[in-house]
């Protein structure tokens, strides 16, 4: 009977559960919805943004004038990896896979001689780039007291990384991400902030419209830490909506293995139950034999 009843309190723990995972599964679709608008609506944004700085990049070249975010220092020594994961767990393998990106990126710079600084935003990507780069981990940006993210959230990172940029720390920022694709699909990314980098094609519409004042350098002056804010938010944004896609389809697996759990052992407990039923019988038939 102790095995009965262990099968029962073990069928009583995966139904509660199965609950958790139900009520967490229908969380994160509620937020999946508003991240995923948020995601979506700023994606035009950010891509016209480019394409401007772009046009105006194409115009500046490569003049003495031109800003230093644009430039660089002319060396790529010393790498700023910024590392964008969650604050909280249970969602797949969305904050390994970020990870894993970096991990590789940093090994292959540390393989040439390059040195590697690592900035994390999320906790959990901090907690897993510490067993293996922990030397390397240079700050933190703690996002857990977020309820909803906004510019000024990347305008905080932006200003530390600039500052840092400023200051001579390091040469290359490169921001690491997941996009999202869909509930099931979330693609970590690798993308250099500074120096800026422009995808080919994006000044094609943007060089020869447009006579600016005052001259192209001073525009882009201003408009390249905005880049980094902006590349910064999006990539936010891409990884709240990836976030919580992985969890409702992280959740929803655990839902139907919970199910299937529950199934299995409940026709282990009634086998289990017929054959403790049978040997009672067997009992009591053959004592009554016996008198």
Do not use: W
Request: charged share 25%; aromatic share 6%; proline share 2%.
């Amino acid at each position: 009977m102790a095995n009965l009843k262990d099968l029962k309190n073990r069928i009583s723990s995966v139904k509660s559960t199965r609950k958790i995972t139900k009520a967490m599964q229908m969380v994160a679709a509620a937020k999946l919805r508003r991240a995923q608008e948020a995601a979506e609506m700023s994606r035009p944004y950010a891509e016209r943004f480019n394409a401007v700085m772009a046009g105006l990049a194409a115009s500046v070249g490569d003049s003495d004038s031109a800003p230093k975010l644009l430039t660089g220092t002319g060396s790529d020594k010393v790498n700023l990896l910024i590392v964008m994961t969650s604050e909280r767990g249970l969602c797949g393998g969305f904050n390994t896979n970020i990870v894993k990106k970096a991990k590789v990126h940093a090994q292959k710079l540390l393989g040439v001689g390059k040195e590697v600084k690592i900035l994390t935003v999320g906790k959990k990507g901090r907690d897993q780039l510490r067993r293996d780069f922990g030397k390397h981990l240079v700050g933190h940006v703690d996002l857990s007291e977020v309820k909803r993210l906004s510019y000024a959230d990347a305008q905080g990172i932006a200003k530390d990384v600039l500052n840092r940029f400023d200051a001579g720390e390091f040469d290359v920022a490169t921001l690491f991400f997941a996009e999202f694709v869909n509930v099931v699909s979330q693609v970590p990314q690798a993308r250099q902030i500074i120096p800026a980098t422009f995808e080919e094609g994006e000044a094609d519409s943007a060089s020869t419209l447009f006579d600016y004042e005052p001259s192209e350098e001073a525009i882009l002056a201003d408009l390249l830490p905005r880049g980094v804010a902006t590349a910064i938010f999006s990539g936010l944004l891409e990884n709240a909506a990836s976030e919580q896609g992985a969890r409702m389809s992280a959740m929803d697996n655990a839902t139907r293995n919970a199910g299937e759990m529950i199934e299995d052992l409940t026709i282990e407990y009634n086998r289990s139950r017929q054959a403790v039923i049978t040997n009672e019988l067997i009992e009591i038939i053959s004592g009554a034999e016996a008198l």
